[in-house]
Each structure stands twice: as structure tokens, then as C-alpha cells.
């Protein structure tokens, strides 16, 4: 078992709607807390992997993006990092998304699945 507690991957456990859902409470509750510093115009979100085990998958970013677009009201633009070997890594953009974006991850099966938790 590694640091985390858990012996094989992550991201393998969850729902990806439920991960999804997870991580944007987090989002949530950062929009609340920089709320209070409105005169920070452009504010980045960075969220990042600590833990090479756990990993979103296209389908929990898809969840987040479709989140995020109703409720981010304060990050201008939000990413996510996952580090690889060395100093290299992959970064993803959550947000913003266009509405056409929004719409086609409308059409999608996991994200969907969003409305029976909101």
C-alpha cells in the first residue's frame, strides 16, 4: 500500500461522475474563498496530481468541465496538471469552454448523469 492507503490505482474505484462531482465541490468552495479578493482580475485554478496512483479520467474531466461552466464564477481559467517522468507532465483545460463545448458534453452519457446528483 502506498501513501494514500490505497494498493492499486485510484481512479479506478470511483464513479466518474461522482469523482467529477468531488472535485467540483472543491471548486466550489475555492470560488467562495477567492470571492472575497475581487479586485484579482485573472485568477488561475491549477489542480494537480499528487499522487501518481490517481488520475482523472477524460470522463471526470468532462464532468468537471460541464460543472464548471455553471458554477465557476471567479477563476478566469482553470487546468489541470498531471506530472509525468522527470519534469514533463500533461495539462488539461477545464475551463473556460465554449458554449458549444458545453453542449455537446450535454449529449454525453457520463455527464448527463450529473443531474441526478444536483
Known amino acids: 500500500m502506498g501513501n494514500g492507503g490505497y494498493s492499486k490505482e485510484v481512479s479506478s474505484i470511483f464513479n466518474p461522475v461522482d469523482t467529477g462531482t468531488a472535485v467540483n465541490k472543491l471548486i466550489v468552495k475555492k470560488n467562495v474563498i477567492y470571492s472575497k479578493y475581487n479586485k484579482l482580475k485573472n485568477l488561475v485554478l491549477l489542480i494537480y496530481i499528487t499522487d501518481n496512483r490517481f488520475e482523472l479520467s477524460i470522463f471526470e474531466i468532462?464532468?468537471?468541465q460541464y460543472l464548471a461552466?455553471?458554477?465557476n464564477?471567479?477563476?478566469q481559467s482553470m487546468y489541470y496538471y498531471k506530472p509525468m517522468e522527470g519534469t514533463a507532465g500533461i495539462i488539461q483545460k477545464l475551463f473556460p469552454i465554449s458554449k458549444?463545448?458545453?453542449e455537446i458534453l450535454a449529449k454525453n452519457e457520463i455527464p448527463l448523469?450529473?443531474?441526478r446528483i444536483l
Do not use: A, L, P
Open 113 to 115: 448523469q450529473c443531474h
Open 62 to 64: 468532462q464532468v468537471i
Open 69 to 71: 461552466f455553471t458554477s
Open 73 to 75: 464564477k471567479v477563476f
Open 100 to 102: 458549444q463545448e458545453y
